[in-house]
């Protein structure tokens, strides 16, 4: 049985990610041109079945069901995002740091997530 320090780091885990699977549907269309942007296809479908993926696998990480299988549904999305969305080498100036930034910060949620399938 997990302890509540346990169970308030899988809450606030999942939570992550079911916010921001949320807030993606809330901005849907300043979310999808900036994908299309960055010259991602089909990019309302990528950024639904993201999100969509998201909340569920979130949620299920925040209230114990199937976690492990949760956690590594959000680590592929997770490093898959990463490697396409925040690809920082691109760039320069404020953009290359704040998208290295975020690149660097998911490398912790990615360990959070290995923590959390093992769990």
């Not at 953009?95 to 290295?100: A, H, I, P, Y």
């Amino acid at each position: 049985m997990a302890t509540i320090a346990e169970s308030l780091g899988f809450i606030l885990l999942g939570g992550v990610f079911v916010w921001a699977g949320v807030e993606h549907f809330w901005n849907f269309r300043s979310v999808t041109g900036h994908l299309t942007e960055k010259g991602f296809p089909a990019a309302p479908v990528l950024l639904g079945l993201g999100s969509i993926v998201e909340i569920i696998a979130g949620l299920c990480l925040a209230v114990g069901v199937m976690r492990a299988y949760a956690a590594i549904a959000l680590i592929l999305f997770t490093i898959a995002a990463t490697l396409t969305a925040l690809n920082f080498w691109r760039y320069s100036g404020a953009e290359r740091q704040g998208l290295r930034s975020a690149f660097i910060i998911n490398f912790a949620v990615v360990g959070g997530l290995i923590l959390a399938a093992t769990a």
